[in-house]
């Protein structure tokens, strides 16, 4: 069974950085590798936004809101996503979570990210 597990999250300042990772428990490499990876979150009262996303390593995507302060990876070998956050804004206050970018696996628990206005 997969799952996703989200790691990372914390109470930072603004202007400061976080790294976030996501483990694909119990998912081969095979399935793993061809699939494009997105951090998504969800801010209190807000539908879940993707804000970014990785196909390969030249291959990246990102919100506007985020374009510039975080940079998303992945470790094929590990069956790892990343997000480092720099930066950071308030608005920047949510739960984090990754997924396919067609979203076709169990959401995790997600991780929160406090940011102190």
């Known amino acids: 069974q997969v799952r996703l597990l989200e790691s990372g999250g914390a109470l930072v300042q603004a202007g400061g950085s976080l790294r976030l990772s996501c483990k694909a428990s119990g998912m081969i490499t095979s399935v793993f590798n061809p699939n494009n990876w997105g951090w998504y979150r969800q801010a209190p009262g807000k539908q879940r936004e993707l804000v970014a996303s990785?196909?390969?390593?030249?291959?990246?995507n990102y919100a506007d809101s985020v374009q510039g302060r975080f940079t998303i990876s992945r470790d094929n070998a590990r069956k790892m996503v990343y997000l480092q956050m720099n930066s950071q804004k308030p608005e920047d206050t949510a739960v984090y979570y990754c997924?396919?970018?067609?979203?076709?696996?169990?959401w995790g628990q997600g991780t929160q990210v406090t940011v102190p206005g």
């Open positions: 997924n396919t970018v067609q979203q076709s696996l169990p």
């Open positions: 990785v196909a390969t390593p030249r291959d990246t």
